[in-house]
């Protein structure tokens, strides 16, 4: 068996423990925290968003469904609430992406902010020193990847609830 390799969960938090210390359980916990921000971004660009792409003519009124509270199940046409997602999921992803990016730094490497050879000591450390070996751009790294498994997440979810929304009727 390798010396990587965990026989359980258990043995896996007992060699963590002993090797790297509980501090290292706790590796990226600030960044994570500052992912927090991310709905503060989303969904008020999103709430900005619908209002902006709403059509003058909306709701239409020769619709031919009503539902219980509304004749629109939707607060704007489809189309435009899936664009309005999708900017609104982009423009939160780029302002709070960086964080992303560190608090994977600081989990991955061995030995935790604690060990001599770490690469990273801490969060601040982390910011410094991929802005100085990769400039900005290191921190998005991935970002584009990251997009592609967000966003269709985002649409999904975001729909399920403005149908919801409007069947109990805000």
């Given at each position: 068996?390798?010396?990587?390799?965990?026989?359980?969960?258990?043995?896996?938090?007992?060699?963590?423990?002993?090797?790297?210390?509980?501090?290292?359980?706790?590796?990226?916990?600030?960044?994570?925290?500052?992912?927090?921000?991310?709905?503060?971004?989303?969904?008020?660009?999103?709430?900005?968003?619908?209002?902006?792409?709403?059509?003058?003519?909306w709701?239409?009124?020769?619709?031919?469904?009503?539902?219980?509270?509304?004749?629109?199940?939707?607060?704007?046409?489809?189309?435009?609430?899936?664009?309005?997602?999708?900017?609104?999921?982009?423009?939160?992803?780029?302002?709070?992406?960086?964080?992303?990016?560190?608090?994977?730094?600081?989990?991955?490497?061995?030995?935790?902010?604690?060990?001599p050879?770490?690469?990273?000591?801490?969060?601040?450390?982390?910011?410094?020193?991929?802005?100085?070996e990769?400039?900005i751009?290191?921190?998005?790294?991935?970002?584009?990847?990251?997009?592609?498994?967000?966003?269709?997440?985002?649409v999904?979810?975001?729909?399920?609830?403005?149908?919801?929304?409007?069947?109990?009727?805000?």
């Amino acid at each position: 068996m390798a010396p990587s390799s965990y026989r359980s969960t258990y043995d896996c938090a007992r060699r963590i423990t002993v090797e790297e210390g509980l501090r290292t359980f706790y590796s990226g916990l600030l960044p994570s925290l500052f992912g927090v921000s991310h709905v503060v971004v989303q969904f008020p660009a999103l709430e900005y968003l619908k209002h902006a792409l709403q059509p003058d003519d909306w709701p239409p009124k020769d619709q031919h469904f009503t539902t219980q509270h509304h004749a629109n199940p939707l607060p704007l046409p489809m189309h435009r609430l899936i664009l309005a997602i999708i900017l609104s999921k982009a423009l939160a992803s780029g302002a709070t992406y960086p964080h992303e990016v560190l608090r994977t730094r600081l989990q991955n490497q061995r030995g935790g902010i604690t060990h001599p050879d770490a690469k990273y000591k801490g969060l601040l450390h982390a910011l410094r020193t991929v802005l100085h070996e990769e400039g900005i751009r290191g921190l998005y790294s991935g970002f584009g990847v990251n997009l592609v498994r967000t966003v269709p997440s985002s649409v999904v979810t975001i729909l399920g609830f403005e149908a919801v929304r409007s069947w109990l009727g805000d």
